[in-house]
Each structure stands twice: as structure tokens, then as C-alpha cells.
């Protein structure tokens, strides 16, 4: 009896220990092979979105995008940390405050916390590459409580630089911020002008 309980205690243990390296207990391995790219998210969740340079995925407590950019010239700093501020205020975030989250092997990991307009709160982390002209824009909504997890998340994108490079990424032109910002300002104003102006009905008193 005594030998099952420690056979019993023995494996509870070492389950556990195989749950300390993450903060969820099932996690799911992607790889984005055209830029040589990987990252972790719990299990169960639901791609919603899928291109060559946009990824979403979605649980019941929480959505992450990831958004790919070209690094815009000039000072690194000021110009991504003015973006994150810009985006942030894009989606009325609010008690915004810069982060001080790091993700391993990259150049630099520049991002943004706060609170979304419905309680929820937000992080947008850019990370800066340092093997190709690459921004890796991280945008996680989450509810109160899963701050360890989305950290985890964030931490987990690595470079998978031991690879060989995958040639079809030289062929897939990838944005700048400021480009793409001026390519939705102007789907915006075009969309404005073929709007057919509203009718509306006019009632007497």
C-alpha cells in the first residue's frame, strides 16, 4: 500500500513540475517558416484570421493578433514607441503606461500597456529583429487575470535563425507602419466618398 502511494505521489509531481514551465497546461507550437518564426499559445484556440503577414487567434478570454512590418527609418525608439502610443489611443485605450516586458533574442522589444473601453485589459508589444528588416506586432486583449499567460506568450516568439532561410519571404513584401497607416487613411476617405448620402425620413409634428 505504502510502495502505490509513492508510485501515486511520484506522478503527481512530476506532472506538476511539467506544468511550472508554463502558465497553461497545454500549449500549441506555430511556425511562421516564410520568416522564420515561432511562438506559443494555450490550446483550444481559434484561428480567426490567417495571411502572409496577419495572425489572430481567439479564446473565450482572451484575442491575440500578430501584424507584420517593415522597420521604418530613423530613430528606432521615438518612432515605435510614438506608434504604440498611436494605436493605443486608436482602440481608446486608457491608464496607458510603457511596459517593461523583454522577449529573448530579439533587438529590441519596445510595448504598451492599458485598459480597453469595455474593462478588458490590453498589451501591444512590438518586437525588433535582429536578423531581418522585420517588426513583429503583437496586440493581446485579455481579461483580468491572464497577465502571466499573455506574458508567457509574448516571451515564447523566437527567431529560428539555426533554420535555413525560407527563399519565398524575399518574394512577400511586408509594409511599414506609416505605409499602412496611410493605405487605411485612404480606404477610409475612398469609402466616405462612394457612400451614397443617407435619406433620411422627415415626420411633421
Known amino acids: 500500500m505504502m510502495r502505490k502511494f509513492n508510485t501515486t505521489t511520484r506522478m503527481f509531481l512530476m506532472a506538476l513540475l511539467m506544468l511550472m514551465g508554463s502558465s497553461w497546461a497545454g500549449a500549441t ?4 517558416s516564410r520568416y522564420d ?3 506559443e499559445t494555450p490550446d483550444n484556440g ?17 484575442v491575440m493578433t500578430i501584424q507584420l512590418y517593415s ?8 518612432l515605435l514607441t510614438e506608434n504604440l502610443q498611436r494605436k493605443a489611443l486608436g482602440y481608446n485605450m486608457y491608464d496607458l503606461h510603457n511596459g517593461k516586458i523583454k522577449v529573448k533574442g530579439f533587438k529590441k522589444t519596445y510595448s504598451i500597456d492599458g485598459t480597453m473601453p469595455d474593462g478588458s ?8 529583429s535582429k536578423h531581418q528588416n522585420l517588426i513583429v506586432e503583437i496586440t493581446v486583449v485579455y481579461l483580468y487575470g491572464n ?8 516571451k515564447s516568439f523566437a527567431e529560428n535563425k539555426s533554420q535555413q532561410p525560407n527563399h519565398e519571404r524575399k518574394r512577400q513584401k511586408v509594409q511599414s507602419k506609416e505605409k499602412a497607416r496611410e493605405q487605411e ?5 475612398e469609402k466616405q466618398q462612394n457612400t451614397p448620402a443617407r435619406k433620411e425620413k422627415l415626420y411633421d409634428a
Open 29 to 32: 507550437v506555430y511556425n511562421w
Open 147 to 154: 497577465r502571466e499567460i499573455v506574458e508567457d506568450m509574448v
Open 185 to 189: 487613411k485612404k480606404k477610409q476617405q
Open 71 to 78: 522597420q521604418d527609418k530613423g530613430n528606432e525608439k521615438k
Open 121 to 128: 485589459r490590453a498589451i501591444i508589444a512590438d518586437l525588433v
Open 37 to 39: 518564426l515561432s511562438f
Open 46 to 62: 481559434f484561428v480567426t484570421f490567417n495571411s502572409p503577414t496577419r495572425f489572430e487567434i481567439q479564446w473565450e478570454d482572451m
